[in-house]
């Protein structure tokens, strides 16, 4: 195995937000509190030990225990819940949907991420404890998004008809999946522990959330991981006074309005809010608080409250109010001794929009950083490429530049007409200098001749190119057939395969693997040759 880093906006795949976060350019820094640097923990972890609520950290500790109870989990873990009951552990924490089977390849990158910080601000501050955790988003409702994976180039597809939070989701019926799977997998010893996996998740584990939770567990227990449900009354408890704020003063929404309107002149807006950015959970339920002629109501149902009402709901039943993605990172924040937030482009994307809202709920803003990204690499790819004299670069390139440029570089004949341009510019530039000392009238039918030459130049060597990618179709099905199999749909991998096409080939070693090859605070991205 070896690793090869290359910059994150050298692959094409990143928007120039998240380019801008990386080099920390002067103007996106209003919307961060400190960059993820080692050093820069330290004032991170004071700040939150001075304003986080210590007396949550035994309830917090009261609800991991219970949640775990139907699990064999590993000393590693059970130690890191116990500790955070001190005031000196902290967490670092990413979040995702509760994906099938986990999903997109990269549902493993954040949790190593994760995990491997840890383990630096363990070594780089001894006197604290620092803690991995997958927050589980339990109370997603986008059924659709996370009810199938892929595998080897095919939709793996769970129906069903339940509505509401998915974590609350019965498994019945997964079973039927379970069985097309171990047909799909083989018989292998690494596909048998995998159609185990899958079965015993799907098919002993009553709700989404409680087969997820092991399926987590199952990869990532001996590194301590915690995984939590935050969907739990006792945790709700403490969102209150900001879900009131929410109700009565639209918290979110004032602060993050005020944001958008000086983000939208560099960056896209990845989310807007709403005047309500709260839910209504209940059984088979999830639907948005909206407040119409002083009422609150519950969209498509009968449900309405006066003020005083929805408040009275609130004290008594926090677990019926459920954040969206605005105010779960507050929650998240709330309840958690947290230093960091883990995730994709995506996800910083709008926590980027977040800090004033921070600042007005009187909360400490999270340090973002960028979970890893990778693309794995088979060592017979990897002399296919070399074959082909493409490097790791060009390897992001659009399909069609990059067959493009490897035509032209194989080809005996000079396709590359740009120095016959720039011959030719110059040529009308010395032209026009002419004209204009003698009759000014002259430039315009200049210009319209050099216009003229120079696409009849381009048109040549468009046909040119054409033909030679004809007379060159066995190097241009090579170059198409291996991008593709490295990059799927010509997009990033991680975003396309699960977990268990690797696992089929690397079994047991895929995890460690990863975790040994990629650093949270590199910055970069990586190519890993297996």
Same mark, same amino acid.
Request: proline content about 3%; overall charge neutral.
């Given at each position: 195995m070896s690793t090869t880093k290359i910059p994150y906006h050298k692959t094409g795949f990143y928007s120039n937000l998240i380019v801008d976060y990386l080099k920390e350019s002067e103007g996106i820094s209003q919307y961060y509190h400190r960059f993820p640097k080692l050093e820069n923990f330290k004032l991170q972890l004071e700040e939150k030990h001075n304003s986080y609520d210590h007396s949550i950290r035994q309830p917090l500790v009261e609800v991991l225990k219970e949640q775990y109870e139907t699990l064999e989990i590993s000393e590693f873990t059970k130690e890191n819940i116990e500790a955070l009951s001190n005031n000196q552990s902290f967490t670092i924490v990413t979040g995702h949907q509760l994906n099938?089977?986990?999903?997109?390849? +990269?549902?493993?990158?954040k949790i190593i991420s994760t995990i491997n910080l840890t383990e630096h601000l363990n070594v780089a501050y001894p006197e604290q404890r620092f803690v991995p955790i %997958?927050?589980?988003?339990?109370?997603?409702?986008?059924?659709?998004?996370?009810?199938?994976?892929?595998?080897?180039?095919?939709?793996?597809?769970?129906?069903?008809? @339940?509505?509401?939070?998915?974590?609350?989701? =019965?498994?019945?019926?997964?079973?039927?999946?379970?069985?097309?799977?171990?047909?799909?997998?083989?018989?292998?010893?690494?596909?048998? %522990?995998?159609?185990?996996?899958?079965?015993?998740?799907? /098919?002993?584990?009553?709700?989404?959330?409680?087969? /997820?939770?092991?399926?987590?567990?199952?990869?990532?227990?001996?590194?301590?991981?915690?995984?939590? !449900?935050?969907?739990?009354?006792?945790?709700?408890?403490?969102?209150?006074?900001?879900?009131?704020?929410?109700?009565? +003063?639209?918290?979110?929404?004032?602060?993050?309005?005020?944001?958008?309107?000086?983000?939208?002149?560099? +960056?896209?807006?990845?989310?807007?809010?709403r005047e309500i950015n709260l839910f209504y959970l209940h059984d088979q339920l999830r639907e948005r608080i909206v407040l119409e002629k002083g009422v609150y109501q519950v969209l498509n149902t009968e449900l309405s409250f006066t003020e005083s009402e929805i408040l009275d709901e609130l004290e008594k039943h926090p677990e019926r109010f459920s954040p969206n993605v605005l105010v779960r990172?507050?929650?998240?924040?709330?309840?958690?001794?947290?230093?960091?937030?883990?995730?994709?482009?995506?996800?910083?994307?709008?926590?980027? @929009?977040?800090?004033?809202?921070?600042? !007005? =709920?009187?909360?400490?803003?999270?340090?973002?950083?960028?979970?890893?990204?990778?693309?794995?690499?088979?060592?017979?790819?990897?002399?296919?490429?070399k074959k082909l004299d493409i490097s790791f670069e060009e390897l992001f390139l659009s399909q069609r530049d990059l067959i493009d440029q490897k035509v032209i570089e194989n080809s005996s004949l000079e396709i590359d007409f740009q120095d016959k341009i720039d011959f030719l510019k110059q040529q009308f530039a010395e032209l026009r200098e002419t004209a204009g000392k003698t009759d000014k009238s002259f430039l315009n039918a200049v210009s319209a001749q050099e216009k003229k030459q120079i696409n009849g130049l381009i048109h040549l060597q468009k046909r040119l190119l054409k033909a030679e990618k004809r007379r060159q179709n066995d190097l241009v099905h090579r170059i198409t057939k291996l991008q593709n199999a490295i990059l799927p749909n010509q997009k990033l991998e991680e975003r396309q395969r699960n977990f268990s096409e690797y696992y089929l080939e690397y079994g047991k070693s895929l995890v460690p693997t990863l975790k040994e090859s990629l650093d949270p605070l590199a910055s970069s991205f990586t190519i890993i040759e297996f």
């Amino acid at each position: 195995m070896s690793t090869t880093k290359i910059p994150y906006h050298k692959t094409g795949f990143y928007s120039n937000l998240i380019v801008d976060y990386l080099k920390e350019s002067e103007g996106i820094s209003q919307y961060y509190h400190r960059f993820p640097k080692l050093e820069n923990f330290k004032l991170q972890l004071e700040e939150k030990h001075n304003s986080y609520d210590h007396s949550i950290r035994q309830p917090l500790v009261e609800v991991l225990k219970e949640q775990y109870e139907t699990l064999e989990i590993s000393e590693f873990t059970k130690e890191n819940i116990e500790a955070l009951s001190n005031n000196q552990s902290f967490t670092i924490v990413t979040g995702h949907q509760l994906n099938l089977f986990t999903g997109p390849l +990269y549902f493993l990158y954040k949790i190593i991420s994760t995990i491997n910080l840890t383990e630096h601000l363990n070594v780089a501050y001894p006197e604290q404890r620092f803690v991995p955790i %997958y927050w589980m988003a339990t109370e997603d409702h986008d059924f659709d998004e996370i009810n199938y994976f892929n595998f080897q180039g095919r939709k793996v597809i769970w129906n069903s008809d @339940q509505k509401g939070g998915v974590g609350r989701f =019965s498994t019945e019926g997964l079973n039927e999946v379970s069985d097309l799977l171990k047909t799909a997998f083989g018989t292998s010893k690494k596909a048998n %522990y995998l159609s185990n996996l899958f079965e015993k998740a799907y /098919t002993t584990f009553p709700t989404l959330t409680e087969a /997820t939770r092991f399926i987590a567990n199952e990869l990532f227990g001996e590194y301590g991981l915690v995984i939590i !449900d935050a969907d739990d009354a006792r945790l709700k408890k403490f969102l209150v006074p900001y879900c009131k704020n929410e109700l009565l +003063y639209h918290t979110a929404d004032k602060n993050v309005t005020t944001t958008n309107e000086s983000f939208a002149s560099k +960056y896209k807006i990845q989310v807007n809010p709403r005047e309500i950015n709260l839910f209504y959970l209940h059984d088979q339920l999830r639907e948005r608080i909206v407040l119409e002629k002083g009422v609150y109501q519950v969209l498509n149902t009968e449900l309405s409250f006066t003020e005083s009402e929805i408040l009275d709901e609130l004290e008594k039943h926090p677990e019926r109010f459920s954040p969206n993605v605005l105010v779960r990172p507050l929650y998240q924040e709330v309840i958690l001794p947290n230093l960091c937030y883990i995730g994709g482009g995506g996800e910083l994307a709008y926590w980027l @929009q977040l800090k004033s809202y921070f600042q !007005d =709920s009187k909360v400490v803003f999270p340090m973002l950083l960028l979970r890893n990204s990778a693309q794995i690499v088979t060592k017979k790819q990897r002399k296919k490429l070399k074959k082909l004299d493409i490097s790791f670069e060009e390897l992001f390139l659009s399909q069609r530049d990059l067959i493009d440029q490897k035509v032209i570089e194989n080809s005996s004949l000079e396709i590359d007409f740009q120095d016959k341009i720039d011959f030719l510019k110059q040529q009308f530039a010395e032209l026009r200098e002419t004209a204009g000392k003698t009759d000014k009238s002259f430039l315009n039918a200049v210009s319209a001749q050099e216009k003229k030459q120079i696409n009849g130049l381009i048109h040549l060597q468009k046909r040119l190119l054409k033909a030679e990618k004809r007379r060159q179709n066995d190097l241009v099905h090579r170059i198409t057939k291996l991008q593709n199999a490295i990059l799927p749909n010509q997009k990033l991998e991680e975003r396309q395969r699960n977990f268990s096409e690797y696992y089929l080939e690397y079994g047991k070693s895929l995890v460690p693997t990863l975790k040994e090859s990629l650093d949270p605070l590199a910055s970069s991205f990586t190519i890993i040759e297996f």
